[in-house]
């Protein structure tokens, strides 16, 4: 079982920036595809961006794309989403999913095999 910890959320102002962060428990990082998920009130969690196994692989939302950008450090186990440009239509819970397929990034939330607890972004307006 992977554990996964998002951090890095709080409140920002509409065209800030903001850093978030997913560590991860496993020693077989690598392994797994990486994706951040995000889930406004009353919404379904929506999809926002992925990166296989070696970071050389990256999706976005065209809700995001030119705006957010992911990476990850395997010899740190962590994945990164950098939010620049930030609209109040960006607030929701950012989830971390990992997928045991690590060369797959899918839009599906039902493709990921294990969730963090999530990490709130509120821009304000």
């Known amino acids: 079982q992977v554990q996964l910890v998002e951090s890095g959320g709080g409140l920002v102002q509409a065209g800030g920036s903001m850093r978030l962060s997913c560590a991860a428990s496993?020693?077989?990082?690598?392994?797994?595809?990486m994706a951040w998920f995000r889930q406004a009130p009353g919404q379904d969690r929506e999809y926002v961006a992925c990166t296989t196994w070696s970071g050389g692989n990256k999706y976005y939302a065209d809700s995001v794309k030119g705006r957010f950008t992911i990476s990850r450090d395997n010899a740190k186990n962590t994945v990164y989403l950098q939010m620049d440009s930030l609209k109040p239509e960006d607030t929701a819970v950012y989830y971390c999913?990992?997928?045991?397929?690590?060369?797959?990034?899918?839009?599906?939330?039902?493709?990921?095999?294990?969730w963090g607890q999530g990490t709130q972004v509120t821009v304000s307006s």
């Open positions: 496993t020693r077989t990082f690598s392994n797994y595809a």
């Open positions: 999913g990992a997928d045991s397929r690590p060369t797959v990034c899918s839009g599906s939330y039902y493709s990921y095999d294990y």
